[in-house]
């Protein structure tokens, strides 16, 4: 009897063993998987490189409104708005960022950028190509503030609908 007990404790301390390495593999699995889906994202980043921006007014090209560089981890625009960028959702086309702490106006607050899927037709200046985008939300205290807003932005004609609560209107990129 007491063999049995003692086998019967080893095996069940080498299935706690064993069910514990699956947990782990699983979480690891889930971890590489949540990595991986990120990289992708921000490989399919497509608004990444150098641009010059601009605004529409009227339902016209408005001019010119300095230059940015965006990555998948910034969007820069030099003397002007340093953001950094916490969160691409792809699907739903909008970044999360936090503007930079020296910002003359929103230092360190949070924000939502939302943009169109870049095109080759109707582009400002007769660009090759162009994206449309705006911020949706903006100059909020916390990331969780800006993820719980439910404006919704609507790009059907951009150059005359507004964007986010203070119904901004929708700014342009295109090629540096």
Same mark, same amino acid.
């Given at each position: $009897?007491?063999? *049995?007990?003692?086998? %019967?404790?080893?095996?069940?301390? %080498?299935? #706690?063993?064993?069910?514990?390495?699956?947990?782990?593999?699983?979480?690891?699995?889930?971890?590489?998987?949540?990595?991986? $889906?990120?990289?992708?994202?921000?490989?399919?980043?497509?608004?990444?490189?150098?641009?010059?921006?601009?605004?529409?007014?009227?339902?016209?090209?408005?001019?010119?409104?300095?230059? +940015?560089?965006?990555?998948?981890? +910034?969007?820069?625009?030099?003397?002007?708005?340093?953001?950094?960028?916490?969160?691409?959702?792809?699907?739903?086309?909008?970044?999360?960022?936090? *503007? #930079?702490?020296?910002?003359?106006?929103?230092? =360190?607050?949070?924000?939502? $950028?939302?943009?169109?899927?870049?095109?080759?037709?109707?582009?400002?200046?007769?660009?090759?190509?162009? *994206?449309?985008?705006?911020?949706?939300?903006?100059?909020?205290?916390?990331?969780?503030?800006?993820? +719980?807003?439910?404006?919704? +932005?609507?790009?059907?004609?951009?150059?005359?609908?507004?964007?986010?609560?203070? =119904?901004?209107?929708?700014?342009?990129?295109?090629?540096?």
């Amino acid at each position: $009897m007491r063999k *049995f007990r003692t086998k %019967a404790i080893i095996l069940l301390f %080498a299935l #706690s063993l064993i069910n514990t390495a699956c947990f782990e593999t699983e979480k690891s699995e889930s971890d590489n998987n949540a990595l991986i $889906m990120a990289i992708v994202q921000a490989n399919n980043f497509e608004i990444k490189g150098s641009w010059n921006l601009g605004f529409y007014t009227g339902g016209t090209d408005g001019g010119s409104a300095g230059s +940015s560089v965006v990555t998948q981890t +910034s969007w820069k625009e030099p003397g002007s708005q340093q953001l950094t960028i916490l969160e691409i959702d792809i699907a739903n086309k909008r970044f999360y960022y936090q *503007f #930079s702490a020296d910002d003359a106006f929103n230092p =360190s607050k949070y924000g939502r $950028m939302d943009w169109a899927t870049p095109h080759t037709n109707d582009c400002p200046g007769g660009a090759s190509i162009c *994206f449309e985008f705006c911020q949706a939300v903006y100059a909020e205290n916390t990331l969780a503030d800006v993820k +719980s807003n439910s404006i919704v +932005s609507d790009h059907s004609n951009y150059k005359t609908n507004g964007c986010g609560a203070a =119904s901004f209107g929708w700014n342009y990129a295109v090629p540096q």
